[in-house]
């Protein structure tokens, strides 16, 4: 079992920036693909960022492309969502999540260890 928990939402202005943190669990968090998703209300949870376990494959949303950076540090269990360049359509509960695989996936489906989620709010 994986133990993952989010940290960093909080209530941002328009423009602003704000740094997610995600700490799991686990003495191979360097095998993990860790990924990052959102759900607004009344919206399906969607894909925002993944990085490989060794941070060699990173991919986004293209809503987010240019505005958010994903990494990882591995020496601390930690990967990191930066969010710049804040939206109102930014607002939702930020979740991440761990995939035990070989492959980089961007559905939600194949992750298997969720954290509780983190609330992001973003005002216009």
């Known amino acids: 079992q994986v133990q993952v928990a989010e940290f960093g939402g909080g209530l941002v202005q328009a423009g602003g920036s704000l740094r997610l943190s995600c700490a799991a669990s686990g003495r191979t968090f360097s095998n993990y693909h860790m990924g990052w998703f959102r759900q607004a209300p009344g919206k399906e949870r969607e894909f925002v960022a993944v990085?490989?376990?060794?941070?060699?494959?990173?991919r986004y949303a293209d809503s987010v492309k240019g505005r958010f950076t994903i990494s990882r540090d591995n020496a601390k269990n930690t990967v990191y969502l930066q969010m710049n360049s804040l939206k109102p359509e930014d607002t939702a509960v930020y979740y991440c999540?761990?995939?035990?695989?070989?492959?980089?996936?961007?559905?939600?489906?194949?992750?298997?260890?969720w954290g509780q989620g983190t609330q992001v709010t973003v005002s216009s």
């Open positions: 999540a761990v995939h035990q695989g070989l492959v980089v996936h961007t559905s939600s489906k194949e992750y298997d260890y």
């Open positions: 990085i490989s376990g060794r941070s060699s494959t990173i």
